[in-house]
């Protein structure tokens, strides 16, 4: 039995399969499904869990080589919103581009989706592994 780390068998089935320059998309709630690719739903209640939570317990196991989230997201959310990202990607090269026209356009290229209930205006991210 796991004791530690993230005990979703389903997320870690779909971490074990990601390799070098792979796609894994951690969506907020509203986020569109994607019938192409495999989504894993670990949405409760709204904010439950949260985009940067599920980043956290990603990233202790999953080398990060760069970030693609949407531009809008920069536009619609507080200061402290956006410091709390930046934060979580520390060291993380980051990219912010439009939502329809490029960000989403990523999306089908992806290992997995995970959807939280993260209520975050484009809390949206797609991780590539280094």
Do not use: C
Request: proline share 5%; hydrophobic share 50%.
């Amino acid at each position: 039995m796991l004791k530690t780390g993230i005990l979703n068998p389903k997320i870690l089935s779909l971490l074990g399969r990601v390799r070098h320059t792979n796609m894994v998309v951690i969506s907020d709630r509203g986020f569109p499904f994607w019938p192409m690719i495999e989504t894993v739903d670990i949405s409760l209640v709204d904010g439950v869990p949260t985009v940067l939570q599920v980043l956290e317990a990603v990233r202790t196991n999953f080398v990060i080589g760069r970030a693609f989230m949407a531009e809008e997201f920069l536009a619609n959310n507080a200061d402290e919103t956006k410091a709390a990202f930046a934060r979580a990607l520390e060291g993380v090269t980051l990219t912010f581009e439009p939502h329809e026209a490029k960000f989403k356009r990523r999306v089908p290229e992806a290992i997995g989706l995970i959807r939280t209930g993260d209520t975050t205006q484009y809390a949206n991210m797609i991780l590539v592994s280094a």
